[in-house]
């Protein structure tokens, strides 16, 4: 019979018991108990808390590797930002640089055709008075023999005389036709100080 059991039974038996002893083990429970504490303390500190140390570590050092990759992923995210930002910028800057060189060449490209255009104009200007020219002068010749010979032709019948002679006739055009043109002059320039 434990010590616990003997006190039950005389406390059952109507003696007297410390109320103490009633929660109080005996000494050898007390002191197995203790023993055990102490192996099982052993135990668990030579064995059980290395291995947890040891995964408490590791995982220590997968979480710090995780928050150092995350920040080299970071810098490097960073670091791809500023990079493509200053592609970014240097390609709108090109972009602008190019917008501008085209508005230079379109300039340029204008201006050389209005210049071939301008000289195309003078040339086929110089052109038609070349032709008006060459007209007015064949009008002229062809003009100055038709009254050259109606001139002739009417001299012969008013002098009664024949102006065969073609030297004759050559000054007889000439002269009539030097004095139709001061008549001309001299009326032009009448009327342009009638203007004045």
């Known amino acids: 019979m434990s010590a616990p059991d003997h006190l039950l039974v005389l406390a059952a038996e109507g003696g007297e018991v410390d109320p103490v002893e009633l929660f109080l083990p005996p000494f050898y429970d007390w002191f197995w108990s203790a023993i055990l504490l102490v192996l099982i303390a052993v135990v668990f500190y030579r064995v059980v808390l290395p291995k947890f140390q040891a995964v408490l570590d590791e995982r220590s050092e997968l979480i710090e590797g995780g928050i150092a990759k995350a920040q080299h992923a970071q810098e490097a995210?960073?670091?791809?930002?500023e990079e493509q930002q200053a592609l970014l910028a240097e390609a709108r800057s090109d972009a602008a640089r190019t917008r501008e060189e085209a508005r230079e060449e379109g300039k340029a490209i204008v201006a050389e055709l209005r210049a071939k255009a301008n000289e195309e104009a003078a040339r086929i200007t110089e052109t038609a008075h070349r032709q008006i020219e060459a007209e007015r002068q064949a009008a002229a010749v062809a003009l100055r023999a038709e009254v050259g010979a109606l001139a002739t032709e009417l001299a012969s019948k008013i002098v009664g005389?024949?102006?065969a002679d073609s030297a004759r006739q050559s000054r007889v055009v000439d002269r009539f036709l030097?004095?139709?043109?001061?008549?001309?002059?001299?009326?032009?320039?009448?009327?342009t100080g009638k203007e004045g």
């Open 178 to 191: 030097d004095d139709l043109e001061a008549t001309q002059a001299a009326g032009a320039g009448a009327s």
């Open 161 to 163: 005389e024949s102006l």
């Open 77 to 81: 995210a960073d670091k791809a930002l």
